[in-house]
DNA sequence: ACATTAAGTGATT
DNA sequence: AATCACTTAATGT
């Protein structure tokens, strides 16, 4: 690779979006052996079944993590943003398990990749790259604890109105452009309940609707 | 103008 | 809340 030209690109999305990875002789390790990816908004980063052999560091846009069960029936999970890495990656390649989830591209999306096999020898080499892994593996763990109690205990309409302010805060807008059919197929809902929840939500001037498109207004909590 | 796709609605289970 | 069977509305060709 022509890692003399990225090196310090990467060395400075590191300063920039992982402040905590503080250690100069880790960061260079990160610069050396780590890669940039782009990818473009709506593709499929890493499917379910496949191996993961780079865990990501996520430096622009944003990923949306969902789970699909064996009937190919699709659960949405949690967005990664800027700063933040997949807990699942960790996982997966210490234990060279096929991914159980899929990752797509939410906007344009830059990463730095780091090769796998460099993971669990910089756990006992840096400090604070022990760190970052267990903090985010903690994050995401509670992450996770939320979404499955809001699938057993709440409604479909605090669902929908949770999906939507994560959505548009991983697009980092208030404008909302998808279907219907796409919010249903993430809930794991029908698309008529969808329509009827966001008609509500309408009436309660919390939304506003229009083909393709739903716009944010309210924000209260 | 016509076809296609998204969204709205009522009835049924 | 899911599914069905339409209807209505917006958009693309």
């Not at 100069?24 to 782009?38: F, K």
Request: net charge neutral; charged share 25%; aromatic share 8%.
């Amino acid at each position: 690779m022509a890692n003399s030209v990225v090196y310090p690109e990467i060395i400075e999305m590191l300063r920039k979006h992982y402040p905590q990875l503080a250690e100069r002789p880790l960061q260079e390790e990160i610069a050396t052996h780590g890669e940039i990816y782009r990818f473009k908004a709506g593709k499929t980063i890493m499917d379910v079944g496949s191996y993961v052999k780079i865990m990501p560091l996520l430096i622009n846009g944003s990923i949306k993590v969902s789970r699909e069960n064996d009937d190919g029936r699709e659960l949405f999970l949690y967005y990664l943003r800027p700063g933040e890495s997949c807990t699942m990656s960790f996982t997966c390649c210490l234990m060279h398990k096929k991914s159980e989830i899929r990752t797509v591209a939410e906007d344009d999306v830059t990463l730095i990749g780091i090769p796998t096999r460099y993971m669990d020898e910089w756990m006992t080499r840096y400090q604070s790259w022990k760190n970052f892994v267990l903090t985010s593996y903690d994050q995401r763990l509670m992450e996770l604890i939320n979404t499955i109690d809001s699938i057993a205990f709440q409604h479909m309409d605090d669902r929908l109105v949770d999906y939507l302010q994560k959505k548009a805060q991983a697009q980092g807008t208030h404008t909302i452009e998808t279907t219907h059919q796409e919010i249903a197929l993430d809930l794991n809902a029908s698309r008529e309940a969808v329509s009827r929840l966001l008609k509500q939500l309408e009436r309660q001037g919390r939304v506003a609707l229009g083909r393709n498109r739903i716009d944010l207004l309210v924000k209260g909590k």
